[in-house]
């Protein structure tokens, strides 16, 4: 009797890492970009958002209560999994490994800023290349900017919340000045474009991101 063929493996979804910067004006804009995300989503979210070094932990708290999404303050050395949320604890950097863990640092920081978005977004690139999603928030300054142009460079695409939307444009202009954004949206269209993006196989080219490859230096 001839054996039956082997299950076709279901198509691979177009990220496996979306890294978040947010600052002032962030908490609210998480919550309206996770809110809308399904419990399911397929890769795992981290996010630098900029509070005081001192600040209560209350953001785990505060976003938990607006998405169905695990959302947990990063831990050294843990392996991130889908459906879950990694903050970067106030005052601490966190940053991707080669093997896609969780590594926090306390280096100083970076162009003002600690846990610093740059950073995060530069780990991404170099960890995931192609297959990192970076989004940039409302907020001050230009912290972001430069690790989006990284994730761009690596043939990765980049989402800015449209400026007029914003608390504070600084960091979403910024990004877009450098031809890092691939599109700027509202937070609420940002969530539905992350879902297609992450889960639907070839809707970067739906979205005019293109088929992943890397930027010419």
């Not at 979210?45 to 998405?67: K, N």
């Not at 269209?189 to 979205?207: K, Q, Y």
Request: net charge positive; with cysteine.
């Amino acid at each position: 009797m001839p054996s039956s063929p082997a299950p076709t493996p279901p198509p691979r979804t177009g990220f496996d890492a979306v890294v978040i910067a947010a600052s002032l004006g962030g908490p609210r804009a998480l919550a309206e970009v996770l809110a809308p995300l399904p419990a399911e989503f397929p890769a795992p979210i981290f996010v630098a958002q900029h509070l005081a070094e001192r600040s209560p932990g209350f953001l785990p708290t505060m976003l938990a209560r607006w998405t169905a999404l695990d959302v947990v303050c990063a831990r050294d050395g843990e392996r991130p999994r889908a459906g879950a949320v990694y903050l970067a604890p106030p005052g601490r950097h966190l940053l991707l490994s080669a093997a896609g863990r969780c590594l926090l640092s306390d280096g100083a920081r970076v162009n003002y800023a600690r846990p610093s978005a740059d950073l995060l977004f530069l780990s991404a690139a170099k960890t995931f290349g192609v297959r990192a999603l970076g989004v940039v928030l409302t907020g001050k300054l230009s912290d972001g900017a430069a690790g989006a142009e990284a994730i761009r460079r690596a043939g990765g695409a980049v989402l800015v919340q449209a400026p007029e939307t914003c608390r504070a444009p600084d960091m979403p202009l910024a990004t877009m000045r450098r031809g890092a954004a691939n599109i700027a949206l509202p937070p609420s269209s940002l969530a539905a474009a992350l879902t297609a993006l992450v889960a639907v196989p070839g809707a970067r080219d739906l979205f005019g991101i293109g088929a992943g490859r890397a930027a010419a230096a």
